[in-house]
Structures are given as structure tokens and as C-alpha cells.
């Protein structure tokens, strides 16, 4: 048994110089502040965030306004990948509601009809529209460039989606004094 112990303390004598130089050779470990500062330069990098305003805004600029051609193109990219996420949205929404009118499913259609991120059916707005929309809401509301884009979408589509409610409302003449009544 002390042939044990013995073994047990020169392994020990041994080792513990090895692990010390070990610990003692290593880099320290850097803090999460440190790593922020680092990765700073790479937006892949960062903290996980929703899209904001001003990121869409200034693309959206960009694309129609840039005069670098790079830059144009970027913006375009950028512009349209962002539209695109809201066209896509308006297609599911638009899915949704046809499921639920073929199963009539009315408390759904109900819920669902304040859901959509646009307020109306965007599907027959073309891109030039929706970018101008875009532009121009932003410009006009420069408080809001911190806000979230699809939050703020209802707002920016607004016009257009009062435009298409008006398009909507049927108009007859009166027979007996030719006036219009809805």
C-alpha cells in the first residue's frame, strides 16, 4: 500500500509543474465587451436584431438615387430583399385567408384579417410603387428610422391601402336626382 502512496505523490510531484506551466503559458480568456469592440467591423457579428427602418430607407435611397454604380446595386439588392420579404408575407397572409374562407372558418378569417403586416392585398402594387412609398413615408417621418420595418409597414402602405378600400367602394347615381350614393 505505501508503494501506492508513493507512486500517487511522485506522479503528482511530476505532473503539477506541467499543469502549472500549462495554465501559466495561456492566453487569457477575453470578456464579451472585448469581443463586441473586436467584432464590431462584421455586421454577421453582431447581436441578433429585427431589420429597422433606416437600414430599408437608405437602400431603398440608394437604389434609385446613388450615383456610384456599386452602391446603386447594393441598395437595389438590399431594397428588394426587403420588399421581397413583405410580398412574401402579404402571399402567406393571402393563403391564410383563402384556407380559412374555403373551410369557413369565420373567427379565424376574423383574427386574421388584423394580423397582415401591410394592411391590404400588395399583390398588384408594383416595385417602383412600393419603393417610393418606402422613401417617402421615411422621409417624412424621420422619428420612426429606429423602428422596427415591419411594424412601421401598415403606416408606410397606408395611402396605398386607402386608395384601394376608395377603388373598392361602389358608386351609384340616383335615378330620381342624379346624386351619388354609396
Known amino acids: 500500500m505505501s508503494k501506492t502512496i508513493y ?42 436584431s429585427g431589420i429597422e427602418n433606416w437600414q430599408v430607407h437608405s437602400a431603398c435611397k440608394s437604389a434609385m438615387y446613388a450615383e456610384d454604380a456599386t452602391e446603386k446595386q447594393m441598395g437595389q439588392f438590399v431594397c428588394r430583399m426587403a420588399q421581397d420579404m413583405i410580398y412574401e408575407q402579404n402571399i402567406y397572409h393571402n393563403a391564410y385567408i383563402t384556407f380559412f374562407e374555403q373551410k369557413k372558418y369565420e373567427e379565424a378569417l376574423y383574427v386574421i384579417d388584423g394580423y397582415s403586416v401591410t394592411g391590404c392585398d ?11 412609398y418606402i422613401i417617402y413615408y421615411f422621409d417624412e417621418n424621420e422619428d420612426e428610422l429606429k423602428d422596427n420595418f415591419y411594424w412601421t409597414m401598415e403606416q408606410v402602405l397606408k395611402p396605398y391601402c386607402d386608395e384601394m378600400k376608395d377603388a373598392s367602394i361602389e358608386f351609384h347615381l340616383d335615378e330620381n336626382d342624379d346624386r351619388r350614393r354609396t
Do not use: Y
Open 122 to 132: 400588395i399583390t398588384d402594387m408594383g416595385r417602383a410603387d412600393f419603393t417610393a
Open 7 to 48: 507512486t500517487m505523490l511522485i506522479t503528482v510531484w511530476i505532473i503539477t509543474p506541467i499543469m502549472m506551466l500549462n495554465v501559466a503559458n495561456t492566453e487569457p480568456v477575453k470578456s464579451e465587451s472585448e469581443n463586441d469592440e473586436q467584432d464590431f467591423d462584421n455586421p454577421l457579428l453582431a447581436d441578433p
